[in-house]
């Protein structure tokens, strides 16, 4: 096992790199990039100047100028030269793409992200800003979708067959096959002023003057403001533990240990809890780093922007759309670390759970 772990280790700062240089890569390739919009908006804000100066049009003005790199951008005729090489160096585009992707996995080996564009602060600083609310959707999302899955699931797999395991089936392939967003969607239009009832807030985790409530309302506001976002991951989220309960269940208890037990004499309560669930809930316990990572950084990033919720997914959203490469690149660095991080630690605990799965001894 200790091989398997180092080669996993060894593994891990290829895949890394492998994706910094995709990502990368394609963020070269797409327009629109922080030179080309600070020149557009600076641009723009002379055009707006020169016309309400002659209130006449801005066309020949746009068009004036011109020189050596003013061609490089976009809208950036009309703007001296020099003027465009300072804003190149201001973000570092003044170098060859290979020499600032080099010189960003340096600065990211010794975990120095550097600082937003547009923000003026560190990404470092912004991420851990952002992490509380991220983090209260994927641990609450995660938390009640093992609480409702693994009873859902244990019961559909003894009354296997039944109408309820029929029609808690039909729940659990709409619930497979319509996306958490879908569902965030319908939550806003149905229960926070949409078009039907405001119940419920639809921005922020918590209400204007909170840090002035009690305790037990700062709670209730709290749960309050979490209650849609985390509804709709777990509507998105429950059905495929809840099926790998109900499979993991209908394997034990066919086996011949149960027989054995109900043989002699055992409830059935007992026969369930006290033996099949021990060996049946070891892939299911052994998939929650896994789940959690799911979580995290895939099905909370459109929840976040549908609810207007300040976090990490709303954060690497903007700076996308903004093209502030020191969040993107930043983000997706720390966070494709620990995901490979906790993947391997999903794996681990396969091991630890059940000691007969042996990844060394695959073939």
Known sequence: MINYVLRRLLLIPLTLFGIMVVNFGFAQLAPGGPVEQVLAKVQGQAVEATARISGAGSGETVSRGGGEGAGKYRGAQGLDPAFI?????????????LERFWKMMGDYLRFDFGKSFYRDESVIRLVLEKMPVSMSLGLWSTLIIYLVSIPLGITK?????????????????????VPGFLFAILLVVLFAGGTFLSLFPLRGLTSVGWEGFPWWQKILDYFWHLALPVLALVIGGFAGLTMLTKNCFLEEINKQYVVTARAKGLTEQRVLYGHVFRNAMLLVIAGF????????????????IIFSLDGIGLLGYEAVVNRDYPVMFGTLYAFGLIGLVLNLLSDLTYHLVDPRIDFEARR
């Open 157 to 177: 797999a003894v009354r296997d067959g039944s109408s309820f395991d029929i029609a808690s089936s039909w729940a659990v392939i709409i619930g497979y096959a």
């Open 85 to 97: 090489k300072e804003i190149e160096k201001q973000f570092g585009f003044d170098r060859p793409p």
């Open 289 to 304: 780093p896994s789940a959690l990572v799911g979580i995290l950084f895939t099905g909370a990033l459109l929840v976040e």
